[in-house]
């Protein structure tokens, strides 16, 4: 599906977007794997893509510092000469009440979650718009669109991430450049892990499905979105929930 495609991944070490980086080689493409920490699992990531037959690379760089994100584009351009598919997907969650939230865990999670996609997305569509393609898939949250207690910043970060997508959408088609939203539901990932098994039990009951997501369920509709079968579609968001929120 995928063949002769370049994709940008970012938080690609592990999680969301490790499954996302390996589906996308799996359909053919050679992927950049970013990552802001761990080099040694980016690299595992980066060994797993070359033994399936495509170029990959691992490429650091913190999503909501725009002279990282510059600098990781020119080095996608530089090694791979061109950036077909875009997924933002890194995030992070800083969780607390609203009236206890410091300015701090507000600020961090706008940064990496919202303010990363716009800086992202910028440095990709200068490339995309000259290339007169494009394909750009944001990973947001069903959180960001029935909200979620404990969760003020990374719901606004997941709710702006689905406005931007809109918005990006409309400005962006008429360069054959098409921008889609994933929501994931409940996925079992380190994100999640650390939840209580109470609340875990709370939000099985909540999906008619009856199980949670793995993020191979997750990348599997990323690399549709990447696909030619998608090309009509954009500024959409599709739930990947096991059907826990219908909009
Ligand atoms: P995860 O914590 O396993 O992975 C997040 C990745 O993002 C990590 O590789 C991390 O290193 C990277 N990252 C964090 N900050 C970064 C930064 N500033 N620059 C570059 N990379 C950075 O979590 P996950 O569950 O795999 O989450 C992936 C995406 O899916 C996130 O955007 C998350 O909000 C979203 N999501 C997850 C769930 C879930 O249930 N797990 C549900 C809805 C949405």
């Known amino acids: ?3 002769g495609k370049v994709a940008l991944v970012t938080g690609a070490s592990r999680g969301i977007g490790r499954a996302i980086a390996l589906e996308l080689a799996r359909q053919g493409a050679n992927v950049a794997v970013n990552y802001d920490g761990n080099e040694a699992k980016a690299n595992e990531v980066v060994e ?3 033994s399936l037959g495509r170029e990959a690379f691992a490429v650091q760089a913190d999503v909501a510092c725009a002279e990282d994100v510059e600098r990781m584009v020119k080095t996608v351009l530089d090694q791979f000469g061109r950036l077909d598919i875009l997924v933002n ?10 009236m206890r939230m410091k300015e701090e865990e507000w600020d961090a999670v706008i940064n990496t979650n919202l303010k990363g996609v716009f800086l992202c997305t910028k440095a990709a569509t200068r490339t995309m718009m000259k290339q007169r393609y494009g394909r750009i898939i944001n990973v947001a949250s069903v959180v960001g669109v029935i909200g979620n207690p404990g969760q003020a910043n990374y719901v606004a970060a997941k709710a702006g991430v689905i406005g931007l997508t809109k918005t990006a959408a409309r400005e962006l088609a008429s360069r054959n450049i098409t921008v889609n ?4 539901g409940f996925i079992t990932t380190d994100m999640t892990e650390g939840l209580s098994e109470e609340l875990k039990a709370d939000m099985l009951k909540q999906i008619p499905l009856a199980r949670f997501g793995e993020p191979d369920d997750v990348a599997r509709v990323v690399a ?24």
């Not at 997907?89 to 609203?98: E, S, V």
């Not at 939203?181 to 994931?184: E, K, L, T, V």
């Open 1 to 3: 599906m995928l063949e």
């Open 48 to 50: 797993t893509i070359r």
């Open 89 to 98: 997907n890194a995030g992070i969650t800083r969780d607390n009440l609203l």
């Open 181 to 184: 939203a994933i929501a994931p």
């Open 224 to 247: 549709f979105l990447a696909s030619d079968a998608a090309c009509y579609m954009t500024g959409q968001t599709l739930h990947v929930d096991g059907g826990m929120v219908m909009p």
